[in-house]
């Protein structure tokens, strides 16, 4: 992971990548309420060319809000779909827009809370949920205050290269979420680090504990292990869209004073209590296209039988 521009990006294979992410830049330039409309339908139009995460997303909304009628479901994909469409132009924006002018977009509330946390000199842990504006949020954290993420290195090194590049305009580093000990010693060392706690990561380094309706839901325990080795404070931070084309706020919890150390299905159900909390501030915004229960215990069948592929 670096910023420095490797002359070997600018090779033909690349040359299709480089024409996108120009159309992207030269899209949002376009004033805020044009790129909000225009994200919404291009979201909205990708329904009938995305179906299989059309199906996910849907199953995913069934099974955690199973008392939703199916009009209500329906109406919250389709904002999801136009919130997706949003996510494009908002990761643009998080790349390409100026300080300035992502400053005139957004709101903090309890930035206090970060603050005060900091001041504690033992870390701070900032758990962020996968909403459709991640990028974007990043983007305004860092402009809030400088700080370190978890991240997945992109399998394209032209793609690495930019997120890295646009990622770095507000934030300090970059941090491979599997790096245990590059994220202990930041956190030892008084940083704010952000990761997101959310997903489904695998059986790996997972627990099962109760996520919205559905009981068993495999939950990383990353967050309990770092808790436990660097001793850091707790909060949340996450970014929502407004209505009506208004812009953003960013919302910074309380320090979380009775996260549960001392046993790890405890601390995962804690936390996906927290991340639910998060979530409801704007349901339709969330990352519902990804596939949160496909780990499931051992010879229980898949929650996913129409949307996985065969």
């Known amino acids: 992971m670096s910023k420095e521009f490797d002359t070997r990006l600018l090779h033909p294979r690349n040359w299709l990548t480089w024409f996108g992410l120009g159309v992207l830049w030269l899209i949002v330039q376009l004033p805020y309420p044009v790129l909000h409309a225009l994200g919404s339908t291009v979201g909205k139009m990708s329904r ?7 199906r996910i997303a849907a199953r995913n909304i069934e099974l955690c809000f199973p008392q939703m009628d199916a009009a209500s479901r329906e109406a919250m994909l ?5 919130s997706l469409g949003m996510g494009l132009i908002e990761t643009g924006m998080a790349w390409f827009w100026s300080d300035a002018r992502v400053k005139k977009w957004f709101d903090v509330e309890g930035y206090d809370n970060l603050t005060k946390a900091l001041q504690q ?7 962020g949920v996968h909403f459709m504006s991640l990028e974007l949020g990043g983007r305004v954290m860092g402009l809030c205050r400088p700080m370190m993420a978890t991240y997945r290195r992109h399998n394209d090194p032209l793609m690495e290269w930019v997120q890295t590049k646009g990622r770095l305009r507000s934030n300090k580093a970059m941090i491979d979420r599997r790096n245990l000990r590059g994220l202990v010693q930041a956190l030892k060392a008084g940083e704010a680090v952000w990761f997101a706690p959310d997903q489904d990561y695998g059986p790996k380094g997972s627990v099962f504990a109760p996520f919205f309706s559905v009981n068993e839901a495999a939950t990383t325990n990353g967050t309990w292990v770092l808790s436990r080795l660097s001793g850091a404070a707790m909060l949340s931070i996450t970014m929502v869209r407004k209505a009506n084309k208004k812009g ?10 009775d996260y549960p150390v001392n046993d790890e299905i405890d601390a995962a159900s804690y936390m996906n209590k927290i991340i ?7 349901p339709e915004q969330y990352l519902w296209v990804h596939r949160r229960f496909k780990t499931r215990p051992r010879g229980e069948a898949s929650l996913y039988h129409a949307a996985s592929p065969h």
């Open 48 to 54: 009938r060319f995305l179906k299989r995460r059309e």
């Open 78 to 82: 389709e904002q999801n779909f136009m």
């Open 121 to 127: 000199h033992r870390g701070v842990m900032v758990v």
């Open 248 to 257: 953003y706020v960013l919302h910074i919890s309380d320090v979380m004073s």
């Open 276 to 282: 639910e909390k998060e979530i409801l501030r704007a």
